[in-house]
Protein backbone atom coordinates (compact mmCIF):
# COMPACT_ATOMS: atom_id res chain seq x y z
CA UNK A 1 0.00 0.00 0.00
CA UNK A 2 1.18 3.51 -0.81
CA UNK A 3 1.34 5.78 2.01
CA UNK A 4 0.65 9.38 0.71
CA UNK A 5 0.61 12.12 3.05
CA UNK A 6 -3.17 12.35 2.95
CA UNK A 7 -3.23 8.07 4.19
CA UNK A 8 -1.21 9.44 6.70
CA UNK A 9 -3.20 12.26 8.05
CA UNK A 10 -6.16 10.59 7.34
CA UNK A 11 -5.13 7.55 9.09
CA UNK A 12 -4.23 9.61 12.27
CA UNK A 13 -7.47 11.50 12.18
CA UNK A 14 -9.50 8.55 11.58
CA UNK A 15 -7.60 6.45 14.89
CA UNK A 16 -8.89 9.79 17.28
CA UNK A 17 -11.97 10.41 15.01
CA UNK A 18 -13.15 6.47 16.17
CA UNK A 19 -11.98 6.80 19.81
CA UNK A 20 -14.05 10.26 19.96
CA UNK A 21 -16.87 7.81 18.32
CA UNK A 22 -16.88 5.45 21.08
CA UNK A 23 -16.73 7.85 23.70
CA UNK A 24 -19.69 9.56 22.46
CA UNK A 25 -21.47 6.44 22.08
CA UNK A 26 -20.74 5.28 25.61
CA UNK A 27 -21.92 9.02 26.72
CA UNK A 28 -24.88 8.74 24.80
CA UNK A 29 -26.13 5.76 26.33
CA UNK A 30 -25.36 6.49 29.44
CA UNK A 31 -26.71 10.05 29.39
CA UNK A 32 -29.91 7.77 27.74
CA UNK A 33 -29.61 5.73 31.19
CA UNK A 34 -29.92 8.71 33.27
CA UNK A 35 -32.47 10.12 31.54
CA UNK A 36 -34.47 7.17 32.05
CA UNK A 37 -33.33 6.87 35.58
CA UNK A 38 -34.65 10.49 36.16
CA UNK A 39 -38.31 9.78 34.34
CA UNK A 40 -38.19 6.74 37.23
CA UNK A 41 -37.60 9.10 39.68
CA UNK A 42 -40.08 11.59 39.08
CA UNK A 43 -42.51 8.63 38.71
CA UNK A 44 -41.57 7.49 41.94
CA UNK A 45 -42.53 11.31 43.36
CA UNK A 46 -45.76 11.03 41.39
CA UNK A 47 -46.54 7.94 43.17
CA UNK A 48 -45.58 9.30 46.76
CA UNK A 49 -47.54 12.84 45.99
CA UNK A 50 -50.96 11.33 44.59
CA UNK A 51 -50.27 8.65 48.01
CA UNK A 52 -50.24 11.26 50.25
CA UNK A 53 -52.76 13.30 48.47
CA UNK A 54 -55.32 10.30 48.89
CA UNK A 55 -54.40 9.79 52.51
CA UNK A 56 -55.30 13.69 53.18
CA UNK A 57 -58.43 13.10 51.54
CA UNK A 58 -59.42 10.08 53.88
CA UNK A 59 -58.27 12.57 56.77
CA UNK A 60 -60.62 15.14 55.79
CA UNK A 61 -63.35 12.82 55.17
CA UNK A 62 -62.73 11.34 58.75
CA UNK A 63 -62.25 14.78 60.04
CA UNK A 64 -65.20 16.58 58.52
CA UNK A 65 -67.57 13.58 59.45
CA UNK A 66 -66.92 13.12 63.24
CA UNK A 67 -66.63 16.59 63.86
CA UNK A 68 -69.91 17.02 62.46
CA UNK A 69 -71.38 13.57 64.51
CA UNK A 70 -69.84 15.39 67.82
CA UNK A 71 -70.74 19.07 67.33
CA UNK A 72 -74.01 18.92 64.39
CA UNK A 73 -72.87 21.54 62.49
CA UNK A 74 -72.97 21.88 59.12
CA UNK A 75 -69.68 24.02 58.52
CA UNK A 76 -68.07 21.13 59.78
CA UNK A 77 -69.21 19.13 56.49
CA UNK A 78 -67.21 21.17 54.37
CA UNK A 79 -63.85 19.21 54.66
CA UNK A 80 -66.10 15.98 54.23
CA UNK A 81 -68.05 17.26 51.41
CA UNK A 82 -64.95 18.62 49.39
CA UNK A 83 -62.72 15.34 49.75
CA UNK A 84 -65.65 12.76 49.59
CA UNK A 85 -65.48 12.67 45.28
CA UNK A 86 -62.27 13.00 44.67
CA UNK A 87 -60.91 9.87 46.98
CA UNK A 88 -62.09 7.71 44.07
CA UNK A 89 -60.66 9.31 41.36
CA UNK A 90 -57.23 9.59 43.39
CA UNK A 91 -57.21 5.83 44.28
CA UNK A 92 -57.77 5.21 40.49
CA UNK A 93 -54.31 7.77 39.89
CA UNK A 94 -52.42 5.58 42.32
CA UNK A 95 -53.32 2.25 40.69
CA UNK A 96 -52.32 4.17 37.27
CA UNK A 97 -49.09 4.83 38.33
CA UNK A 98 -48.32 1.96 40.19
CA UNK A 99 -49.27 -0.35 37.35
CA UNK A 100 -45.97 -1.46 36.18
CA UNK A 101 -45.30 -2.52 40.32
CA UNK A 102 -47.07 -5.77 41.15
CA UNK A 103 -46.68 -5.31 44.88
CA UNK A 104 -48.64 -1.54 44.70
CA UNK A 105 -50.96 -3.28 42.89
CA UNK A 106 -51.36 -6.56 45.71
CA UNK A 107 -51.65 -3.68 48.34
CA UNK A 108 -54.25 -1.09 46.44
CA UNK A 109 -56.39 -4.41 45.71
CA UNK A 110 -56.18 -4.73 49.83
CA UNK A 111 -56.61 -1.28 50.54
CA UNK A 112 -59.42 -0.23 48.35
CA UNK A 113 -62.36 -2.11 49.65
CA UNK A 114 -60.97 -0.28 53.20
CA UNK A 115 -61.13 2.83 51.63
CA UNK A 116 -64.69 2.28 50.57
CA UNK A 117 -65.68 1.12 54.32
CA UNK A 118 -64.47 4.36 55.52
CA UNK A 119 -66.16 6.37 53.03
CA UNK A 120 -69.56 4.16 53.74
CA UNK A 121 -68.99 4.71 57.77
CA UNK A 122 -68.78 8.52 57.13
CA UNK A 123 -71.84 8.78 55.79
CA UNK A 124 -73.50 6.90 58.50
CA UNK A 125 -72.17 9.14 60.61
CA UNK A 126 -73.55 11.86 58.81
CA UNK A 127 -77.02 10.86 58.06
CA UNK A 128 -77.24 9.18 61.58
CA UNK A 129 -76.06 12.34 63.25
CA UNK A 130 -78.80 14.34 61.21
CA UNK A 131 -81.58 11.70 61.99
CA UNK A 132 -80.99 11.46 65.67
CA UNK A 133 -79.02 14.32 66.68
CA UNK A 134 -76.85 14.20 69.55
CA UNK A 135 -78.09 9.95 70.30
CA UNK A 136 -75.44 9.51 67.59
CA UNK A 137 -72.29 10.15 68.86
CA UNK A 138 -72.14 6.97 71.23
CA UNK A 139 -71.63 5.08 67.84
CA UNK A 140 -69.59 8.13 66.72
CA UNK A 141 -67.07 7.03 70.30
CA UNK A 142 -67.56 2.91 68.97
CA UNK A 143 -63.75 3.43 67.53
CA UNK A 144 -64.14 2.10 64.29
CA UNK A 145 -63.36 4.83 62.12
CA UNK A 146 -60.18 5.16 63.90
CA UNK A 147 -59.48 1.55 63.26
CA UNK A 148 -60.00 1.73 59.58
CA UNK A 149 -58.20 5.29 59.65
CA UNK A 150 -55.30 2.61 60.72
CA UNK A 151 -55.26 -0.16 58.94
CA UNK A 152 -55.91 1.87 55.89
CA UNK A 153 -52.86 4.10 56.92
CA UNK A 154 -50.65 1.28 57.50
CA UNK A 155 -50.84 0.03 53.94
CA UNK A 156 -49.88 3.29 52.88
CA UNK A 157 -47.11 3.78 54.93
CA UNK A 158 -45.86 0.41 53.03
CA UNK A 159 -46.36 1.69 50.07
CA UNK A 160 -44.92 5.02 50.64
CA UNK A 161 -42.22 2.94 51.96
CA UNK A 162 -41.81 1.10 48.90
CA UNK A 163 -41.40 3.69 46.93
CA UNK A 164 -38.97 5.50 48.79
CA UNK A 165 -36.79 2.03 48.73
CA UNK A 166 -37.31 2.45 45.32
CA UNK A 167 -36.27 6.06 45.13
CA UNK A 168 -33.09 5.27 47.02
CA UNK A 169 -32.07 2.18 44.59
CA UNK A 170 -32.99 4.27 41.36
CA UNK A 171 -30.61 7.51 42.93
CA UNK A 172 -27.85 5.31 43.37
CA UNK A 173 -28.04 3.70 40.01
CA UNK A 174 -28.29 6.99 38.62
CA UNK A 175 -25.02 8.02 40.70
CA UNK A 176 -22.87 4.71 39.80
CA UNK A 177 -24.43 5.54 35.39
CA UNK A 178 -23.38 9.15 35.79
CA UNK A 179 -19.72 7.56 37.87
CA UNK A 180 -19.28 5.34 34.70
CA UNK A 181 -19.71 7.87 32.06
CA UNK A 182 -17.32 10.57 34.10
CA UNK A 183 -14.80 7.65 34.05
CA UNK A 184 -15.08 6.55 30.21
CA UNK A 185 -15.36 10.26 29.08
CA UNK A 186 -12.76 11.30 30.62
CA UNK A 187 -10.38 7.91 30.16
CA UNK A 188 -11.91 8.15 26.34
CA UNK A 189 -10.74 12.11 26.06
CA UNK A 190 -7.06 11.27 27.38
CA UNK A 191 -6.37 8.03 25.15
CA UNK A 192 -7.64 10.15 21.84
CA UNK A 193 -5.93 13.27 22.80
CA UNK A 194 -2.38 10.87 23.55
CA UNK A 195 -2.98 9.47 20.14
CA UNK A 196 -3.98 12.72 18.27
CA UNK A 197 -0.37 14.19 19.61
CA UNK A 198 1.04 10.77 18.51
CA UNK A 199 0.15 10.91 15.33
CA UNK A 200 0.57 14.34 15.03
CA UNK A 201 4.03 14.31 16.45
CA UNK A 202 4.52 11.47 13.51
CA UNK A 203 2.96 13.42 10.92
CA UNK A 204 5.34 16.19 11.77
CA UNK A 205 8.45 14.54 11.62
CA UNK A 206 7.42 12.80 8.46
CA UNK A 207 5.97 15.85 6.48
CA UNK A 208 7.44 19.09 8.41
CA UNK A 209 11.18 18.58 7.90
CA UNK A 210 11.16 17.78 4.34
CA UNK A 211 8.71 20.84 3.56
CA UNK A 212 11.42 22.89 5.85
CA UNK A 213 14.13 21.85 3.93
CA UNK A 214 12.39 22.78 0.83
CA UNK A 215 11.51 25.91 2.03
CA UNK A 216 15.32 26.57 3.13
CA UNK A 217 15.94 26.14 -0.89
CA UNK A 218 12.85 28.35 -1.94
CA UNK A 219 14.41 30.98 -0.12
CA UNK A 220 17.73 30.45 -1.46
CA UNK A 221 16.46 30.84 -4.88
CA UNK A 222 14.15 34.11 -3.63
CA UNK A 223 16.81 35.79 -3.27
CA UNK A 224 18.82 35.05 -6.56
CA UNK A 225 20.88 31.87 -5.49
CA UNK A 226 20.68 28.96 -7.84
CA UNK A 227 23.80 26.91 -6.65
CA UNK A 228 21.17 24.95 -4.68
CA UNK A 229 21.37 20.86 -4.83
CA UNK A 230 18.02 19.08 -3.51
CA UNK A 231 19.12 15.62 -1.90
CA UNK A 232 16.80 12.94 -3.52
CA UNK A 233 15.59 10.71 -0.71
CA UNK A 234 13.41 8.02 -2.90
CA UNK A 235 10.36 8.84 -1.40
CA UNK A 236 6.62 8.55 -3.54
CA UNK A 237 4.39 10.47 -1.66
CA UNK A 238 3.58 14.07 -2.08
CA UNK A 239 6.59 15.44 -0.60
CA UNK A 240 8.67 13.25 -2.73
CA UNK A 241 7.28 14.59 -5.91
CA UNK A 242 7.24 18.16 -4.75
CA UNK A 243 10.86 17.82 -3.97
CA UNK A 244 11.54 16.15 -7.61
CA UNK A 245 9.29 19.15 -9.02
CA UNK A 246 11.65 21.55 -7.04
CA UNK A 247 14.76 19.89 -8.75
CA UNK A 248 13.63 20.40 -11.89
CA UNK A 249 12.66 24.13 -11.64
CA UNK A 250 15.83 24.21 -10.28
CA UNK A 251 17.83 23.18 -12.83
CA UNK A 252 15.56 25.26 -15.28
CA UNK A 253 16.26 28.09 -13.67
CA UNK A 254 19.85 27.50 -13.64
CA UNK A 255 19.98 27.16 -17.58
CA UNK A 256 18.23 30.12 -17.89
CA UNK A 257 20.67 31.57 -15.59
CA UNK A 258 23.81 30.27 -17.69
CA UNK A 259 21.78 31.36 -20.99
CA UNK A 260 21.39 35.06 -19.49
CA UNK A 261 25.30 35.78 -18.19
CA UNK A 262 26.16 34.99 -21.93
CA UNK A 263 23.69 37.09 -22.96
CA UNK A 264 25.19 39.96 -20.97
CA UNK A 265 28.68 39.08 -22.06
CA UNK A 266 27.23 40.01 -25.67
CA UNK A 267 27.05 36.72 -27.07
CA UNK A 268 23.73 37.05 -28.47
CA UNK A 269 24.20 33.17 -30.14
CA UNK A 270 23.11 31.11 -27.65
CA UNK A 271 19.59 29.63 -27.77
CA UNK A 272 16.67 28.38 -25.08
CA UNK A 273 14.95 25.11 -25.25
CA UNK A 274 11.46 25.47 -23.11
CA UNK A 275 11.18 22.34 -21.70
CA UNK A 276 6.87 22.41 -22.78
CA UNK A 277 5.08 24.08 -24.25
CA UNK A 278 3.37 25.21 -21.04
CA UNK A 279 7.03 26.32 -19.78
CA UNK A 280 5.86 30.23 -19.53
CA UNK A 281 9.37 31.71 -18.61
CA UNK A 282 11.62 29.20 -21.14
CA UNK A 283 9.24 30.45 -24.57
CA UNK A 284 9.63 33.33 -23.33
CA UNK A 285 13.02 33.75 -22.47
CA UNK A 286 13.97 32.07 -26.15
CA UNK A 287 11.44 34.69 -27.43
CA UNK A 288 13.19 37.35 -25.90
CA UNK A 289 17.00 35.82 -27.32
CA UNK A 290 15.49 35.43 -30.71
CA UNK A 291 13.95 39.50 -30.38
CA UNK A 292 17.05 41.25 -28.86
CA UNK A 293 19.04 39.54 -31.95
CA UNK A 294 16.59 40.78 -34.38
CA UNK A 295 16.28 44.63 -32.59
CA UNK A 296 20.36 44.95 -32.22
CA UNK A 297 20.82 43.93 -35.95
CA UNK A 298 18.35 46.72 -36.29
CA UNK A 299 19.87 48.46 -34.07
CA UNK A 300 23.23 48.42 -35.94
CA UNK A 301 21.70 49.32 -39.23
CA UNK A 302 19.86 52.32 -37.69
CA UNK A 303 23.15 53.54 -35.76
CA UNK A 304 24.73 53.81 -39.64
CA UNK A 305 21.49 55.74 -40.69
CA UNK A 306 21.57 58.04 -37.95
CA UNK A 307 24.97 58.75 -38.23
CA UNK A 308 24.76 60.30 -41.66
CA UNK A 309 21.13 62.11 -40.55
CA UNK A 310 22.83 63.59 -37.72
CA UNK A 311 25.42 65.44 -39.63
CA UNK A 312 22.33 66.64 -42.33
CA UNK A 313 20.48 68.21 -39.29
CA UNK A 314 23.25 69.88 -37.45
CA UNK A 315 24.18 72.03 -40.36
CA UNK A 316 20.11 72.94 -41.05
CA UNK A 317 19.72 73.59 -37.27
CA UNK A 318 22.36 76.19 -37.58
CA UNK A 319 20.72 78.15 -40.37
CA UNK A 320 17.76 77.67 -38.74
CA UNK A 321 19.08 79.58 -35.45
CA UNK A 322 20.47 82.75 -37.14
CA UNK A 323 17.11 83.41 -39.25
CA UNK A 324 15.36 82.98 -35.49
CA UNK A 325 17.64 85.33 -34.21
CA UNK A 326 16.99 87.99 -37.07
CA UNK A 327 13.35 87.34 -35.99
CA UNK A 328 13.76 87.73 -32.71
CA UNK A 329 15.38 90.86 -33.26
CA UNK A 330 12.48 92.44 -35.59
CA UNK A 331 9.72 91.70 -33.48
CA UNK A 332 11.36 93.70 -30.97
CA UNK A 333 11.49 96.30 -32.17
CA UNK A 334 8.01 96.66 -33.72
CA UNK A 335 6.85 95.48 -29.66
CA UNK A 336 8.80 98.73 -28.87
CA UNK A 337 6.65 100.36 -31.07
CA UNK A 338 3.07 98.76 -29.85
CA UNK A 339 3.98 99.62 -26.66
CA UNK A 340 4.61 103.33 -27.13
CA UNK A 341 1.59 103.59 -28.59
CA UNK A 342 -0.23 101.73 -25.86
CA UNK A 343 1.06 103.79 -23.27
CA UNK A 344 -0.68 107.25 -25.34
CA UNK A 345 -3.98 105.46 -25.70
CA UNK A 346 -3.86 105.04 -21.56
CA UNK A 347 -2.92 108.92 -20.94
CA UNK A 348 -5.99 109.51 -23.43
CA UNK A 349 -7.71 107.19 -21.50
CA UNK A 350 -7.92 108.58 -18.79
CA UNK A 351 -8.02 112.05 -19.25
CA UNK A 352 -11.60 110.77 -20.94
CA UNK A 353 -12.06 108.83 -17.68
CA UNK A 354 -11.66 112.24 -15.65
CA UNK A 355 -13.89 113.67 -18.04
CA UNK A 356 -16.64 111.95 -17.54
CA UNK A 357 -16.66 111.27 -13.95
CA UNK A 358 -16.01 115.68 -13.81
CA UNK A 359 -19.22 115.44 -15.76
CA UNK A 360 -21.09 112.46 -13.74
CA UNK A 361 -20.16 114.60 -10.69
CA UNK A 362 -22.17 117.83 -12.42
CA UNK A 363 -25.14 115.44 -13.49
CA UNK A 364 -25.74 114.40 -9.66
CA UNK A 365 -25.19 118.27 -8.27
CA UNK A 366 -27.92 119.57 -10.83
CA UNK A 367 -29.78 116.62 -10.01
CA UNK A 368 -29.82 117.53 -6.39
CA UNK A 369 -30.43 121.20 -7.07
CA UNK A 370 -33.43 120.09 -9.05
CA UNK A 371 -34.17 118.06 -6.36
CA UNK A 372 -33.82 121.09 -3.45
CA UNK A 373 -36.01 123.04 -6.11
CA UNK A 374 -38.69 120.71 -6.03
CA UNK A 375 -38.85 120.96 -2.05
CA UNK A 376 -38.53 124.53 -1.91
CA UNK A 377 -42.19 124.85 -3.89
CA UNK A 378 -43.36 122.14 -1.61
CA UNK A 379 -42.24 123.91 1.46
CA UNK A 380 -43.41 126.90 0.17
CA UNK A 381 -46.95 125.33 -0.50
CA UNK A 382 -46.65 124.05 2.87
CA UNK A 383 -46.31 127.24 3.99
CA UNK A 384 -49.52 128.67 1.99
CA UNK A 385 -51.50 126.48 3.38
CA UNK A 386 -50.25 126.86 6.97
CA UNK A 387 -51.11 130.79 6.50
CA UNK A 388 -54.55 129.71 5.41
CA UNK A 389 -55.47 127.68 8.44
CA UNK A 390 -53.81 129.92 10.69
CA UNK A 391 -56.11 133.18 8.78
CA UNK A 392 -58.77 130.74 8.88
CA UNK A 393 -58.33 129.98 13.00
CA UNK A 394 -57.86 133.78 13.48
CA UNK A 395 -61.03 134.32 11.84
CA UNK A 396 -62.97 131.94 14.35
CA UNK A 397 -60.80 133.27 17.15
CA UNK A 398 -62.06 136.56 16.45
CA UNK A 399 -65.87 135.17 16.43
CA UNK A 400 -65.69 133.23 19.57
CA UNK A 401 -63.56 136.85 21.00
CA UNK A 402 -67.45 138.05 19.97
CA UNK A 403 -69.15 135.41 21.70
CA UNK A 404 -66.93 135.85 24.98
CA UNK A 405 -68.17 139.29 24.97
CA UNK A 406 -71.98 138.59 24.56
CA UNK A 407 -70.75 136.10 27.66
CA UNK A 408 -69.28 139.14 29.55
CA UNK A 409 -72.28 141.15 29.11
CA UNK A 410 -74.49 138.69 30.66
CA UNK A 411 -72.28 137.76 33.50
CA UNK A 412 -72.27 141.86 33.99
CA UNK A 413 -76.32 141.86 33.62
CA UNK A 414 -76.23 139.20 36.34
CA UNK A 415 -73.89 141.06 39.15
CA UNK A 416 -76.42 144.33 38.75
CA UNK A 417 -79.08 141.88 39.28
CA UNK A 418 -77.14 140.19 41.97
CA UNK A 419 -76.30 143.62 43.66
CA UNK A 420 -80.53 144.88 43.39
CA UNK A 421 -80.82 141.70 45.34
CA UNK A 422 -78.38 141.95 48.01
CA UNK A 423 -80.01 145.31 48.37
CA UNK A 424 -83.76 144.11 48.93
CA UNK A 425 -82.42 141.47 51.17
CA UNK A 426 -80.58 144.05 53.67
CA UNK A 427 -83.77 145.86 54.01
CA UNK A 428 -85.77 143.04 54.76
CA UNK A 429 -83.50 141.68 56.40
CA UNK A 430 -83.72 144.69 58.65
CA UNK A 431 -87.36 144.85 59.26
CA UNK A 432 -87.08 141.54 60.33
CA UNK A 433 -85.40 142.67 63.28
CA UNK A 434 -83.32 140.11 65.26
CA UNK A 435 -84.32 136.67 63.30
CA UNK A 436 -83.19 139.14 59.84
CA UNK A 437 -79.67 139.44 60.98
CA UNK A 438 -78.74 135.69 59.49
CA UNK A 439 -80.21 136.90 55.88
CA UNK A 440 -78.55 139.87 56.13
CA UNK A 441 -74.97 138.57 56.58
CA UNK A 442 -75.88 136.38 53.37
CA UNK A 443 -77.36 139.99 51.22
CA UNK A 444 -74.07 141.28 52.42
CA UNK A 445 -71.70 138.27 51.04
CA UNK A 446 -73.77 137.90 47.71
CA UNK A 447 -73.24 142.04 47.32
CA UNK A 448 -69.76 141.33 47.58
CA UNK A 449 -69.58 138.53 44.89
CA UNK A 450 -71.39 140.79 42.89
CA UNK A 451 -69.16 143.74 43.29
CA UNK A 452 -66.37 141.18 42.46
CA UNK A 453 -68.08 139.65 40.03
CA UNK A 454 -68.17 143.10 38.21
CA UNK A 455 -65.01 143.67 38.70
CA UNK A 456 -63.81 140.56 37.34
CA UNK A 457 -66.11 141.37 34.44
CA UNK A 458 -64.43 144.61 33.58
CA UNK A 459 -61.36 143.31 33.83
CA UNK A 460 -61.84 140.51 31.30
CA UNK A 461 -64.00 143.03 29.20
CA UNK A 462 -60.16 144.89 29.23
CA UNK A 463 -58.14 141.66 28.20
CA UNK A 464 -61.02 140.81 25.89
CA UNK A 465 -60.57 143.95 24.01
CA UNK A 466 -56.93 143.69 23.38
CA UNK A 467 -57.21 139.85 22.07
CA UNK A 468 -59.51 141.07 20.17
CA UNK A 469 -56.87 144.19 18.50
CA UNK A 470 -53.84 141.05 18.23
CA UNK A 471 -56.45 139.25 16.32
CA UNK A 472 -57.29 141.52 13.73
CA UNK A 473 -53.62 142.58 13.65
CA UNK A 474 -52.77 138.37 13.18
CA UNK A 475 -55.19 138.61 10.63
CA UNK A 476 -53.52 141.06 8.42
CA UNK A 477 -50.43 139.69 8.87
CA UNK A 478 -51.86 136.33 8.03
CA UNK A 479 -53.60 137.98 4.87
CA UNK A 480 -49.76 139.54 4.08
CA UNK A 481 -47.97 136.89 4.65
CA UNK A 482 -50.29 134.19 2.05
CA UNK A 483 -49.78 136.90 -0.46
CA UNK A 484 -45.93 136.67 -0.13
CA UNK A 485 -46.12 132.88 0.14
CA UNK A 486 -47.73 132.83 -3.30
CA UNK A 487 -45.21 135.01 -4.59
CA UNK A 488 -42.41 133.13 -3.28
CA UNK A 489 -44.32 129.51 -4.50
CA UNK A 490 -44.43 131.47 -7.70
CA UNK A 491 -40.80 132.64 -8.05
CA UNK A 492 -39.83 128.77 -6.88
CA UNK A 493 -41.64 127.01 -10.08
CA UNK A 494 -39.71 129.37 -12.10
CA UNK A 495 -36.24 128.44 -10.49
CA UNK A 496 -37.06 124.85 -10.59
CA UNK A 497 -38.16 124.64 -13.88
CA UNK A 498 -34.58 126.29 -14.79
CA UNK A 499 -32.78 124.20 -12.99
CA UNK A 500 -34.59 121.38 -14.64
CA UNK A 501 -33.19 122.43 -17.65
CA UNK A 502 -30.06 122.82 -16.59
CA UNK A 503 -29.72 119.25 -15.21
CA UNK A 504 -31.20 117.98 -18.60
CA UNK A 505 -28.44 119.60 -20.18
CA UNK A 506 -25.89 118.30 -17.76
CA UNK A 507 -27.12 114.83 -17.84
CA UNK A 508 -26.76 114.98 -21.68
CA UNK A 509 -22.97 115.96 -21.43
CA UNK A 510 -22.11 113.32 -18.54
CA UNK A 511 -23.68 110.91 -21.35
CA UNK A 512 -21.40 112.30 -24.26
CA UNK A 513 -18.52 111.97 -22.03
CA UNK A 514 -19.08 108.36 -20.95
CA UNK A 515 -19.35 107.97 -24.14
CA UNK A 516 -15.74 109.25 -24.86
CA UNK A 517 -14.54 107.51 -21.98
CA UNK A 518 -15.64 104.48 -22.95
CA UNK A 519 -14.60 104.46 -26.47
CA UNK A 520 -11.28 105.60 -24.86
CA UNK A 521 -11.22 102.27 -23.03
CA UNK A 522 -12.01 100.51 -25.85
CA UNK A 523 -9.39 101.89 -27.72
CA UNK A 524 -7.02 100.98 -24.97
CA UNK A 525 -8.06 97.43 -24.52
CA UNK A 526 -7.23 96.90 -28.49
CA UNK A 527 -4.17 98.64 -28.07
CA UNK A 528 -3.26 96.07 -24.93
CA UNK A 529 -4.26 93.75 -26.84
CA UNK A 530 -1.91 94.61 -29.76
CA UNK A 531 0.82 94.91 -27.18
CA UNK A 532 -0.20 91.15 -25.62
CA UNK A 533 -0.11 89.81 -29.31
CA UNK A 534 3.06 91.62 -29.92
CA UNK A 535 4.34 90.55 -26.73
CA UNK A 536 3.71 86.92 -27.36
CA UNK A 537 5.16 86.99 -30.72
CA UNK A 538 8.49 88.51 -29.18
CA UNK A 539 8.63 85.50 -25.93
CA UNK A 540 7.73 83.38 -29.43
CA UNK A 541 10.61 84.35 -31.00
CA UNK A 542 12.82 84.56 -28.40
CA UNK A 543 11.55 80.56 -27.59
CA UNK A 544 12.52 80.02 -31.03
CA UNK A 545 15.75 81.76 -30.92
CA UNK A 546 16.04 79.44 -27.94
CA UNK A 547 14.49 76.32 -29.43
CA UNK A 548 17.31 76.64 -32.83
CA UNK A 549 19.50 76.75 -30.30
CA UNK A 550 18.95 73.48 -28.67
CA UNK A 551 17.93 72.35 -31.29
CA UNK A 552 20.96 72.98 -32.40
CA UNK A 553 22.64 71.53 -29.37
CA UNK A 554 20.27 68.20 -29.85
CA UNK A 555 21.54 67.91 -33.29
CA UNK A 556 25.03 67.52 -32.35
CA UNK A 557 24.44 65.33 -29.10
CA UNK A 558 22.26 62.89 -31.17
CA UNK A 559 25.84 63.47 -34.06
CA UNK A 560 27.51 62.13 -31.10
CA UNK A 561 24.88 59.36 -29.98
CA UNK A 562 25.27 57.90 -33.45
CA UNK A 563 28.81 57.81 -33.22
CA UNK A 564 28.32 56.35 -29.96
CA UNK A 565 25.87 53.77 -30.70
CA UNK A 566 27.99 52.63 -33.51
CA UNK A 567 30.93 51.87 -30.77
CA UNK A 568 28.56 50.00 -28.35
CA UNK A 569 26.75 47.59 -31.25
CA UNK A 570 30.00 46.50 -32.47
CA UNK A 571 30.23 44.45 -29.40
CA UNK A 572 27.17 42.28 -29.79
CA UNK A 573 27.84 39.11 -32.10
CA UNK A 574 24.84 38.62 -34.02
Known sequence: MRWTVGTKIATGFGIALVIFTI????????????VETSDARQETYEVLGEVENLFSLLKDVEIGSRSYGLIGE????????????????GMKQVRKLTQD????????????????????FAREVVELRRA??????????????????DEIRKHIDQIRQDEEDL????????????ENAKTVIVAGTLSALAIALLVGFLITRDIARPLQRLT???????????????????????????ARAFGQMTRSLQAMAAAAEQIASGDLRTSVTPQSAEDVLGNAFARMTEDLRAQIQELVDGAMVLGASASEIVASTSQLAASASQSAAAVSETTTTVEEVRQTAQVASEKAKLVSEAAQKAAQVSQGGRKSAEGVVAGMN?????????????????????????????VEDLAVQSNLLAVNAAIEAAKAGDHGKGFGVVAQEVKSLAAQSRQATNQVRAILGDIQKATGAAVMATDEGGKVVEAGTRQSELAGASIQ???NNVHEAAQAATQIAVSSQQQLVGVDQVGGAMDSIRQASIQNVASAKQLEGAARNLNELGQRLKQMVVRYQV
Open 132 to 149: KGADAIPFIRTGKGRALM
Open 23 to 34: VGTVSYRSTDRL
Open 101 to 120: NPRHQQRLDALEPLVRTRIE
Open 167 to 178: LKLRAQAAQAEA
Open 216 to 242: AVAERITVGDLAVKLPDDGRSDEVGAL
Open 74 to 89: ESYLEPYLAAIGKVEP
Open 382 to 410: RIRQQMDAIAATMVRLSEQSQAIGQIIAT
Open 501 to 503: TLA
